[in-house]
């Protein structure tokens, strides 16, 4: 199959991101998938609202299930994940924001986190 030079060029910076860059971007489109839900809910468009909130969990998973059990973090980050991949599955059974309400800032948070973490972590890189 004949790739466009937008998919090549695509699929080539994602075989270059370093796990910092890689992180963020899962984040990025867990909170943009998030904020479609939402607005195909209040569209009632359950159809891709179903559609956007499943791409989310599966991105949170995906996070979940990449997580290294040595460092004593990862236990609390697998709950967190567990936690909103409940409440996005209660969003989309009773065609509610308000679970995603809940969840989007704490994503958003995680992934500010993760960012500032690796940009400390590439400085620190650079210094030594």
């Known amino acids: 199959m004949v790739q466009n030079p937008y998919q090549k060029y695509q699929q080539q910076s994602v075989m270059t991101m370093t796990p910092g860059e890689m992180l963020l971007k899962l984040y990025d489109g867990t ?3 998030l904020n ?3 607005q195909f809910h ?10 956007a909130l499943q791409k989310a ?15 004593e973090i990862s236990g ?3 709950a967190l994940y567990d936690y909103f991949i409940r ?3 209660e969003a989309n059974l009773h065609k509610d924001n308000g679970p995603i309400d809940e969840v989007l800032p704490m994503v958003a ?6 960012a500032q973490a690796d940009k400390a972590s ?3 890189a650079g210094a030594g």
Do not use: G, M, W
């Open 87 to 89: 409440r996005l599955v």
């Open 42 to 51: 209040e569209e009632k468009d359950y159809q891709r609202s179903n559609t």
């Open 109 to 114: 948070e995680l992934r500010d986190t993760f």
């Open 31 to 33: 909170i943009t998938q």
């Open 122 to 124: 590439r400085a620190a």
């Open 57 to 71: 969990q599966k991105i949170l998973r995906y996070l979940d299930q990449t997580l290294d059990p040595q460092y």
């Open 36 to 38: 479609a839900a939402k």
């Open 76 to 78: 609390s980050l697998s």
